[in-house]
């Protein structure tokens, strides 16, 4: 007979639960609670997660079906819908926010040393923002259109390890831009963003705070060119300036000089204008760098697909922003899992089998180990995958 530990209790055991008290103190999660704790509900929700489940009745129905495995798995109330329906709606997601972060911390000082492709000693940061639509009628909160309801997801994401380093998540209205004035930049780090952040004002503060940015430049944006670089075109690169703004307003707000790089891309014969504020890199790894930000794009997708962010199980604030950060939480815990162990499968793959094997009394390394991660050079693809 197999005495060991399940799966589930296994993966929680790399959860740092001290931590998690601190997180609950801070916010004064337990109080008035009788039976039904912080860690029950997180433990609820993230076995949701692992295990994709569609609603609070299918959570309660298998949990219940485990019987006497439910306290070795470190649950010690009984579980029952309304229950959690109500902490999700009432328990502050601040809690479940703050240990993710604590999560994140952790998982980057892991992935520190990875490669994403160019060489740089730097930090280097994607930012963008996804759009998760709601039902009208049972979110009328999330402010988006006059017949819609939608949350933005405004995201940084270290690309070292794919983690995510800050996330906001606001109702659909709030502009893109809003991300920018509740980050702390870091100094000597690389920001990359698309058009939707050319914002010179904002931009000239990461300026000021030492920190470079790569973006891409308008159509109608109006300069004067200050001197032209040397350039080998057979790079790609078409130009290499150097410039000041001459509109009043984006002058004035961003009144110092910017580098301006014409970029011919020949696989879709496509010509890109880069703006950034770094004048040592070689024209072609700014190039690159943006190129680099597709992996936010790519981690959306795959969040989306792998994760309960899409169907929600309670319809407030609260509820929805409770479970977006727990699903954070399992996606960093899984990465870090993945790189403590040394596990040779993609994420996905550690995903799949955890979701039928949940319950077993394996070991982890022996149940990632029953799948081999396929060679990337083996598979046909359309575009770029995120976890191999």
């Avoid at 959690?84 to 709606?89: D, G, I, K, S, T």
């Avoid at 993710?100 to 992935?111: D, E, G, K, V």
């Avoid at 939707?196 to 109608?220: E, P």
């Avoid at 609260?318 to 990465?335: G, P, R, S």
């Amino acid at each position: 007979m197999n005495s060991g530990k399940t799966i589930f209790s296994q993966l929680i055991e790399f959860v740092p639960s001290a931590e998690f008290r601190h997180c609950v103190e801070r916010y004064n999660g337990s109080y008035k609670l009788k039976s039904f704790s912080c860690w029950d509900q997180f433990l609820c929700m993230a076995f949701a997660q692992l295990t994709y489940r569609e609603s609070l009745r299918d959570i309660e129905a298998c949990l219940r079906a485990a019987g006497g495995k439910l306290y070795h798995m470190g649950i010690r109330a009984k579980v029952s819908r309304n229950t959690l329906a109500n902490a999700n709606a009432v328990r502050d997601w601040r809690i479940y926010a703050d240990f993710a972060q604590a999560l994140i911390a952790t998982a980057r000082q892991l992935y520190a040393d990875d490669s994403f492709g160019i060489d740089l000693q730097q930090s280097v940061y994607a930012l963008d923002t996804t759009m998760v639509d709601l039902c009208l009628s049972l979110f009328p909160w999330a402010s988006y259109q006059k017949r819609k309801r939608a949350i933005k997801m405004h995201t940084v994401l270290d690309l070292r390890g794919n983690i995510p380093s800050f996330i906001l998540i606001t109702h659909g209205k709030i502009s893109d831009l809003y991300l920018l004035d509740h980050l702390a930049f870091e100094a000597g780090a690389f920001y990359i963003m698309d058009r939707g952040y050319l914002d010179f004002r904002r931009l000239h503060k990461i300026n000021l705070a030492s920190a470079f940015f790569v973006t891409r430049a308008r159509r109608d944006f109006a300069f004067n060119r200050v001197h032209s670089l040397e350039v080998d075109k057979s790079t790609g690169v078409l130009s290499d300036q150097i410039i000041t703004l001459t509109t009043y307003v984006p002058r004035k707000g961003y009144p110092e000089r910017l580098r301006r790089i014409r970029f011919l891309d020949a696989k879709r014969d496509k010509h890109l204008v880069f703006l950034t504020n770094n004048f040592a890199l070689p024209a072609d790894t700014v190039a690159q760098l943006y190129r680099c930000r597709w992996q936010i794009e790519l981690f959306f997708k795959w969040i989306k697909q792998h994760l309960r962010i899409k169907a929600f199980y309670g319809t407030t604030a609260n509820a929805l922003k409770t479970q977006i950060w727990i699903a954070i939480t399992v996606y960093v815990l899984v990465a870090t899992i993945k790189k403590r162990l040394d596990v040779k499968a993609s994420l996905y793959q550690m995903l799949q089998i955890v979701s039928v094997s949940i319950f077993e009394k394996t070991p982890l390394l022996q149940a990632f180990s029953t799948i081999e991660s396929p060679d990337p050079d083996s598979v046909v693809r359309n575009q770029l995958n995120l976890f191999n």
